[in-house]
């Protein structure tokens, strides 16, 4: 076994080279010598490889005297939930999310769906692996793993608690699942109400993922979005969503095809949710904050920046009872659903504000892409993790090189700076200022760029090329087109600035 699967918050790498079955056996066991837990949901996702993966980790829990309580064929905040549900002390799920499908791993939480990540015994598991120091059980004689348990009407009931159904006005919308369960959700759970779904792309549960573009079950890959837009504007709908295989993560495509950066969204429910349910905090991850900030403070809320990653935002949720977390990458966390991350919840929400509101989704952000432009994550693959790390350390010591008056933010997750261009003309207004954000990424081998600026698209635009071709002569390999790539920029910043200046 690889023991490089051992990532910041779960388990990732290559079926049969990373790792082979028996290795999630010994992983079990060593969860189950470390946690000591009586009973643990089970489940996991689509994937070829992960019923068989979901066996050797039963076999391992049951030879270890642990109680299962088989979940099936799940999506990641469906285990949350059973978690709490059914009172578990513990959970897993056999997943590696959006990666393609010759990858596999495993989420594993404590009781209360709380987290298991490096600072919170994932490593502990890991060096009881390397250090051979399982303590061996004598076997009882094997059990046979349980049935399914159904829970799908609890978690739908749990679903539907986070919004009024009846408060939902006649939408048109397109739905993509990338061949996750996601599609089959959210069927069930928009039956009743008068959402149509006029188009539906890959809503079919498939762990091959040959069908969708690259084998990519991402939606922020840019083939990805493509086919999301075009589906949009294909059936004139009124907004898109599209999930990742494991359903944990959601984006939203608006009436014209553009997709919403996962800033502007957590910065529509943070302002939502607090001015619903009073004054608290608000989490959100470094990469683009500016949107998010003045949502939150316009709000009489307290903003709160944290490393990004799944199992830091939850144990930062716990420990501040923050109201709601939202991260860039989708991710969006909700106090009443454990502070988990959860897929579906952000549908029904923003279902629900388009409706109360008699709004549009472009309406809702345009004033926010033109008020807190961003340049969306930027990925850059090198050739080893040592040259990743070179190019790292090189942009930190040229800092001056990309402008004036910069000022160093505290390294909660990379490196972040903000700078101001100087121009008094600008700087009234706050306009002229501008941020990046580089990291490396928790998941696969990349440093992650985002970059904002205040007002000013085409300094974003120009920022942005700049820190990238300094990346580029590192040995980065650009893996993301810049949105402005694309002929559709242009006129999409005039339809935006027109409407923006109309209200």
Same mark, same amino acid.
């Given at each position: 076994?690889?023991?490089?699967?051992?990532?910041?918050?779960? =388990?990732?790498?290559?079926?049969?080279?990373?790792?082979?079955?028996?290795?999630?056996?010994?992983?079990?066991?060593?969860?189950?010598?470390?946690?000591?837990?009586?009973?643990?949901?089970?489940?996991?996702?689509? *994937?070829?490889?992960?019923?068989?993966?979901?066996?050797?980790?039963?076999?391992?829990?049951?030879?270890?005297?642990?109680?299962? #309580?088989?979940?099936?064929? =799940?999506?990641?905040?469906?285990?949350?939930?059973?978690?709490?549900?059914?009172?578990?002390?513990?959970?897993? +799920?056999?997943?590696?999310?959006?990666?393609?499908?010759?990858?596999?791993?495993?989420? #594993?939480?404590?009781?209360?769906?709380?987290? =298991?990540?490096?600072?919170?015994?994932?490593?502990? /598991?890991?060096?009881?692996?390397?250090?051979? &120091?399982?303590? *061996?059980?004598?076997? /009882?004689?094997?059990?046979? +793993?349980?049935?399914?348990?159904?829970?799908?009407?609890?978690?739908?009931?749990?679903?539907?608690?986070?919004?009024?159904?009846?408060?939902?006005?006649?939408? $048109?919308?397109?739905?993509?699942?990338?061949?996750?369960?996601?599609?089959?959700?959210?069927?069930?759970? #928009?039956?009743? &109400?008068?959402?149509?779904? %006029?188009?539906?792309?890959?809503?079919?549960?498939?762990?091959?993922?040959?069908? /969708?573009?690259?084998?990519?079950?991402?939606?922020?890959?840019?083939?990805? *979005?493509?086919?999301? &837009?075009?589906?949009?504007? $294909?059936?004139?709908?009124?907004?898109?969503?599209?999930?990742?295989?494991?359903?944990?993560?959601?984006?939203?495509?608006?009436?014209?095809?553009?997709?919403?950066?996962? %800033?502007?969204?957590?910065?529509?429910?943070?302002?939502?949710?607090?001015?619903?349910?009073?004054?608290?905090?608000?989490?959100?991850?470094?990469?683009?904050?500016?949107?998010?900030?003045?949502?939150?403070?316009?709000?009489?809320?307290?903003?709160?920046?944290?490393?990004?990653?799944?199992?830091? /935002?939850?144990?930062?949720?716990?420990?501040?009872?923050?109201?709601?977390?939202?991260?860039?990458?989708?991710?969006?966390?909700?106090?009443?659903?454990?502070?988990?991350?959860?897929?579906?919840?952000?549908?029904?929400?923003?279902?629900?504000?388009?409706?109360?509101?008699? &709004?549009?989704?472009?309406?809702?952000?345009?004033?926010? $892409?033109?008020?807190?432009?961003?340049?969306?994550?930027?990925?850059?693959?090198?050739?080893?993790?040592?040259?990743?790390?070179?190019?790292?350390?090189?942009?930190?010591?040229?800092?001056?090189?990309?402008?004036?008056?910069?000022? =160093?933010?505290?390294?909660?997750?990379?490196?972040?700076? *903000?700078?101001?261009?100087?121009?008094?003309? #600008?700087?009234?207004?706050?306009?002229?200022?501008?941020?990046?954000?580089?990291?490396?990424?928790?998941?696969?081998?990349?440093?992650?760029?985002?970059?904002?600026?205040?007002?000013?698209?085409?300094?974003?635009?120009?920022?942005?090329?700049?820190?990238?071709?300094?990346?580029?002569?590192?040995?980065?390999?650009?893996?993301?087109?810049?949105?402005?790539?694309?002929?559709?920029?242009?006129?999409?910043?005039?339809?935006?600035?027109?409407?923006?200046?109309? $209200?």
């Amino acid at each position: 076994m690889n023991l490089d699967i051992f990532r910041a918050y779960d =388990i990732r790498g290559i079926f049969g080279v990373d790792f082979e079955p028996t290795d999630f056996y010994e992983i079990a066991r060593a969860f189950a010598d470390r946690f000591q837990p009586k009973i643990v949901a089970l489940g996991h996702d689509v *994937r070829e490889s992960s019923s068989q993966l979901f066996q050797q980790v039963a076999a391992g829990l049951i030879d270890a005297g642990i109680n299962i #309580l088989n979940l099936g064929q =799940i999506s990641t905040d469906m285990l949350y939930f059973s978690v709490v549900h059914y009172q578990t002390d513990g959970g897993i +799920i056999v997943s590696a999310s959006h990666n393609p499908a010759e990858y596999n791993g495993m989420k #594993l939480v404590r009781r209360h769906a709380a987290p =298991i990540s490096a600072d919170t015994g994932l490593f502990d /598991i890991r060096d009881t692996l390397k250090n051979s &120091t399982l303590s *061996r059980k004598e076997k /009882i004689h094997r059990r046979a +793993i349980p049935e399914p348990v159904p829970f799908l009407g609890a978690y739908l009931k749990h679903l539907s608690s986070f919004t009024d159904l009846q408060k939902l006005s006649s939408k $048109r919308i397109v739905i993509n699942a990338n061949s996750g369960l996601a599609g089959q959700i959210a069927e069930h759970l #928009l039956a009743e &109400t008068p959402i149509q779904i %006029c188009e539906r792309l890959f809503t079919q549960p498939d762990g091959t993922f040959s069908k /969708i573009p690259a084998g990519r079950p991402d939606p922020l890959r840019p083939e990805n *979005r493509e086919l999301t &837009t075009q589906a949009v504007k $294909r059936t004139k709908a009124d907004l898109a969503v599209a999930w990742d295989a494991d359903a944990d993560r959601c984006f939203f495509f608006d009436e014209n095809g553009a997709f919403v950066e996962g %800033c502007y969204i957590t910065a529509l429910f943070a302002e939502k949710l607090l001015q619903e349910k009073g004054e608290g905090t608000v989490i959100f991850d470094p990469r683009a904050v500016w949107a998010v900030e003045n949502a939150v403070v316009s709000a009489n809320g307290t903003p709160l920046l944290n490393r990004c990653g799944h199992s830091f /935002i939850k144990s930062r949720m716990r420990e501040t009872g923050a109201r709601f977390a939202g991260e860039a990458s989708g991710h969006y966390y909700f106090k009443e659903n454990f502070y988990a991350d959860n897929g579906m919840i952000p549908l029904l929400l923003i279902l629900e504000y388009l409706s109360v509101n008699r &709004t549009s989704l472009a309406e809702s952000v345009d004033r926010l $892409r033109c008020e807190y432009p961003v340049s969306g994550e930027i990925n850059f693959s090198f050739e080893t993790q040592h040259h990743k790390r070179d190019a790292m350390e090189a942009v930190q010591q040229e800092i001056y090189a990309f402008g004036n008056h910069p000022c =160093i933010e505290m390294p909660i997750d990379g490196l972040s700076i *903000r700078f101001h261009t100087g121009l008094r003309s #600008l700087a009234a207004n706050g306009h002229g200022n501008w941020r990046f954000n580089l990291r490396e990424s928790n998941t696969e081998p990349l440093l992650r760029l985002n970059v904002e600026s205040m007002g000013s698209e085409n300094l974003l635009i120009e920022q942005t090329m700049r820190i990238s071709e300094k990346l580029q002569s590192l040995g980065g390999r650009r893996e993301t087109k810049f949105r402005w790539e694309s002929g559709v920029l242009l006129k999409e910043q005039s339809r935006r600035k027109k409407e923006h200046l109309r $209200r």
